[in-house]
């Protein structure tokens, strides 16, 4: 198994740096590897951030989850590490990623991971 990297993702000057608003990007052909079966899982994820100083550059981010196509790795694992790539390259207001994986034995699953988590806006 070969590690994903985050080298090929790029970013680009947000051109509205002092508005807040939100980009919404769908991913609807994820793929990766259940790590017990080795059997494809396929998923949509959809991204939701408010940009800082930064924006992801939409082609790089392809790139990026093409390289989990032959990952054996479960869900959590995917939501969590993919927001934590995303949050150092483009340090964001606020994002949030919604992985629903297709039904595999009569069970869908969705992960949701949140930036900052709803624990740390409450310390602020």
């Given at each position: 198994?070969?590690?994903?990297s985050?080298?090929i993702?790029?970013?680009?000057?947000n051109?509205f740096?002092?508005?807040?608003?939100?980009?919404e990007?769908?991913?609807?052909?994820f793929?990766?590897?259940?790590p017990?079966?080795?059997?494809?899982?396929?998923?949509?994820?959809?991204?939701?951030?408010?940009p800082?100083?930064?924006c992801?550059?939409?082609?790089?981010?392809?790139?990026?989850?093409q390289q989990?196509?032959?990952?054996?790795?479960?869900?959590?694992?995917?939501?969590?590490?993919?927001?934590?790539?995303?949050?150092?390259?483009i340090?964001?207001?606020?994002?949030?990623?919604?992985?629903?994986?297709?039904?595999?034995?009569g069970?869908?699953?969705?992960?949701?991971?949140q930036?900052?988590?709803?624990?740390?806006?409450?310390?602020?």
């Amino acid at each position: 198994m070969s590690q994903v990297s985050t080298q090929i993702l790029e970013t680009f000057d947000n051109p509205f740096p002092e508005r807040d608003y939100c980009i919404e990007i769908v991913c609807p052909e994820f793929t990766s590897l259940c790590p017990k079966t080795g059997q494809p899982d396929f998923g949509v994820l959809t991204f939701t951030y408010c940009p800082d100083a930064r924006c992801i550059e939409l082609k790089s981010l392809k790139m990026y989850l093409q390289q989990f196509r032959d990952q054996g790795i479960f869900y959590e694992n995917i939501t969590n590490s993919i927001v934590e790539d995303l949050v150092k390259k483009i340090e964001p207001r606020h994002l949030k990623c919604e992985a629903a994986f297709s039904a595999r034995g009569g069970i869908t699953t969705k992960v949701t991971v949140q930036y900052p988590s709803p624990d740390e806006k409450k310390e602020d």
